[in-house]
Every structure is written in C-alpha cells, then in structure tokens.
C-alpha cells in the first residue's frame, strides 16, 4: 500500500479550472496506477480518470476534453487538472492508487486511498 494526501479543492465559479493533486508516499511510485474518482452524498463513488505507471490515461465520458490526469514519478504526484467546471461536478475528489490489474474503472481494485478533498462548484 501507498499513503495518499490530495490537495487543491476549493469553491470556484461554474466555467472556472483547479488542479487536484495528490501526493504519494514510498519508494515504488511508478509501479501503482493511479486514479481518480469523486463522490457525492447518497450515491457510489464514481470513477473520473486513470493513469498508469506508464503514463497510459484513461477518463469518464463525462470529463474528457475538460479534465486531464498526468504524474510524474520523480516527485511521487499525480494531478487533476479541472478545467471547464460545471455545477455537476461538485464532489469529494478522491485519489486512489493499485498495483494489481483489473478494470481501471473499479474503486474495489484499488487498496489505497486519499482522504478526499472537496470541490464545489457554484453556478
């Protein structure tokens, strides 16, 4: 397992950008694949984007061509960089890191999570 700590939420304006990042303790960052995914009151976690220890992404239909996840392994991060926001995506943001296989989509195959930051977005 991994120590993640996102940072980077905040209250921002609806067509407004915020960069997540999360940062990763250890030695082997470059072996997980990380991710990302939010999640709001009542419902499931949500997958959002994914990135390999390659640098291979992956998004939600939902973000793409708005979000963009990158990492750079030498400073042990990943980030999220929001741009376009909208109401919708008001949600607690959590970074999430595996080193097993299986669908990048699944929260249940990852085993190491962040405490979650919020973002809100005001319309």
């Known amino acids: 397992q991994v120590q993640l700590v996102e940072s980077g939420g905040g209250l921002v304006q609806a067509g407004g950008s915020l960069r997540l990042s999360c940062a990763a303790s250890g030695r082997t960052f470059s072996s997980f694949a990380m991710a990302w995914f939010r999640q709001v009151p009542r419902k499931e976690r949500e997958f959002v984007a994914f990135?390999?220890?390659?640098?291979?992404?992956y998004y939600a239909d939902f973000v793409k061509d708005r979000f963009t996840i990158s990492r750079d392994n030498a400073k042990n991060t990943v980030w999220l960089q929001m741009n376009g926001l909208r109401a919708d995506d008001t949600a607690v943001y959590y970074c999430?890191?595996?080193?097993?296989?299986?669908?990048?989509?699944?929260?249940?195959?990852?085993?190491?999570w962040g405490q979650g930051t919020q973002v809100t977005v005001s319309s």
């Open positions: 990135v390999s220890g390659g640098g291979i992404t």
């Open positions: 999430a890191a595996r080193t097993s296989s299986g669908r990048y989509d699944d929260s249940s195959s990852y085993n190491s």
